[in-house]
């Protein structure tokens, strides 16, 4: 937890410094707020998220928490006339039990975890049908064995999502499959569908962007987490950058009996940045 205050600390330090550069009028905040759902939005922003998981294991008397910090910067570059190509990476900072050290999950291990990365392209629509396709990849970077998989990974990436006035609507797609990697470790086969369903209040929102995760490695009573949440978003002002909150705990109604998740709690901090490709 001191690595995570830490860098929101260092966020901090960010916006002031942007605040100095950002001529953003509050009267686009609600525009920021809404378009930011859209993976494939124009702007640029840094995701900071932390993440407070508790969770359950079989032959384990008491709940565990594990924790990870995820930075995810995203910086969209135009294509064309209307396309918008991503690649957003996804750098965790792991706090999790050591169970082969401690099989009470009372020893943790931190560290860097697995980088991702997503890349996406598809038409940089504003309002509307908004659709994209691409590839998703997963590096084994882990500092240590139990904060990671240890193979490399690939498959594909499809995001539609639905933006109005009043609603944001989508699905963004992820599959991996492992081809290389540390021979003594497991095969991945794992799909992550997010599903995106929020009702946009002006600056604000209220609704849920949890992510349905299927290992297709194991059984089918073993292999399923399906997560629901209710979070709200609200997008203010530091100086004059803007920047973008969320919070919302989600609770696993489906999950596997041997090692589940149950609650995650989800902390978003978004700062918008000037993005050299976009017109004042």
């Known amino acids: 937890m001191k690595q995570t205050f830490f860098l929101l600390f260092m966020l901090l330090m960010v916006q002031i410094i942007y605040s100095q550069k950002n001529n953003t009028s509050i009267d686009d905040l609600a525009e920021i707020s809404r378009k930011l759902d859209n993976p494939l939005a124009k702007m640029w922003s840094l995701v900071f998220q932390e993440n407070l998981t508790i969770s359950e294991k079989e032959g384990v008397d008491n709940n565990f928490v594990s924790n990870s910090f995820f930075f995810q910067p995203a910086l969209p570059i135009p294509v064309g006339k209307n396309a918008v190509f991503t690649a957003r990476p996804v750098i965790p900072l792991v706090t999790y039990p050591n169970f082969s050290v401690d099989p009470f999950g009372k020893t943790t291990s931190t560290g860097l975890g697995d980088i991702q990365m997503i890349t996406l392209?598809?038409?940089?629509?504003?309002?509307?049908?908004?659709?994209?396709?691409?590839?998703?990849?997963?590096?084994?970077?882990?500092?240590?064995?139990?904060?990671?998989?240890?193979?490399?990974?690939?498959?594909?990436?499809?995001?539609?999502?639905?933006?109005?006035?009043?609603?944001?609507?989508?699905?963004?797609?992820?599959?991996?499959?492992?081809?290389?990697?540390?021979?003594?470790?497991?095969?991945?086969?794992?799909?992550?569908l997010q599903y995106v369903f929020r009702r946009n209040l002006g600056t604000m929102s209220l609704g849920m962007g949890p992510t349905i995760s299927v290992d297709w490695t194991k059984k089918s009573n073993e292999a399923l987490t399906i997560p629901i949440g209710l979070g709200v978003t609200k997008t203010i002002r530091i100086g004059s950058t803007p920047l973008k909150m969320r919070f919302e705990p989600q609770y696993s109604i489906v999950r596997p009996n041997n090692l589940a998740n149950i609650w995650n709690i989800r902390l978003q901090i978004v700062p918008v940045l000037n993005s050299p490709f976009v017109k004042k």
């Open 121 to 192: 392209i598809g038409p940089g629509n504003a309002t509307g049908w908004v659709w994209g396709t691409g590839a998703t990849f997963v590096f084994p970077t882990a500092a240590k064995s139990e904060l990671g998989s240890g193979k490399y990974q690939a498959g594909p990436a499809l995001m539609l999502f639905h933006l109005s006035k009043k609603w944001s609507k989508g699905i963004l797609l992820q599959q991996w499959w492992s081809y290389t990697g540390d021979t003594n470790r497991k095969n991945v086969s794992k799909m992550d």
